[in-house]
């Protein structure tokens, strides 16, 4: 565990925080994910879905611009949580920060009162698929061509 990381939602920022934090993680997300999978983070995230989580990581000491190192989203929908998003900046990947991210949402879920956590994964995203399987989710169903000709898409299920 890192003592120095916070995990923040962007609920409890006001706008202009909120907004300059959305735009950092737009960048990772584009960087990170082909268009046809980039979750579109836009301003209206934080206006208008209070179902819609956006999580992120910064290191602890405050700072009037804090780097995003890694940030999470989840839609909730009564009993059922989808984790729609994970994903660390590459280079703050391999020193447990996703590790240390879902071990709080699962937390936060469970206080929550959310009973099963739901997620879709590319079945070539082995570190994705480690870092699940780690964290007790169990793949339920595997979909061909899910994202992609040739690219199957795999239903994890974590039970609270
Ligand atoms: C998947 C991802 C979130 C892991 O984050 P991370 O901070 O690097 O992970 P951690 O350092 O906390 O590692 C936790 C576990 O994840 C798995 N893992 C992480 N990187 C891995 C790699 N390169 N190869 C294999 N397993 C890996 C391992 O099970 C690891 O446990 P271990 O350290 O005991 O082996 C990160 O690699 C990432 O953002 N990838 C790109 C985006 C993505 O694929 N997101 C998921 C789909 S939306």
Known sequence: ????LTISDIHSLKKDQAFEILAQIARVEKKTFPANEAFQFSEELWRKKPN???LYVTRAAASARPTVLAY????RQRGVA???KVCVAEVYRRQGVGRQLMTYIRARLQREGCQQIHLWVDKARLSARSLYAHNGFEEREQIPDYYAPG???IKMVLDL
């Open 1 to 4: 565990m890192h003592p120095d």
């Open 52 to 54: 819609t989580r956006v």
């Open 72 to 75: 999470a989203v989840y839609v």
């Open 82 to 84: 989808l984790l729609n």
């Open 151 to 153: 690219r199957t898409g």
